[in-house]
């Protein structure tokens, strides 16, 4: 059975503020919840710390080159 922490007056205020904000936040971001190998997760991180690129901009960046990818191909039908 899981027991819930003491309640204090940080953690009212904590969940009245997620509950407050739930949906806003929900409607303006967004989580993959995916699972990878912890090999390449440990790989992919040493990378981006190394360059100092976020995960955001790795999304990002990998999502533009299949889209361009994408269109290539279309041109190439």
């Known amino acids: 059975m899981v027991t819930r922490k003491e309640d204090t007056p940080q953690r009212k205020a904590n969940r009245r503020y997620e509950e407050k904000n739930k949906e806003k ?22 990378y981006l710390k190394e360059n100092k690129i976020t995960k955001v901009e790795l999304i990002q960046a990998g999502y533009d ?3 361009s990818r994408a269109e290539t191909d279309k041109k190439e039908d």
């Open 25 to 46: 936040r929900r409607a303006t971001c967004g989580n993959f919840q995916t699972m990878i190998p912890r090999e390449l997760l440990e790989e992919i991180n040493g």
């Open 65 to 67: 080159a299949l889209r």
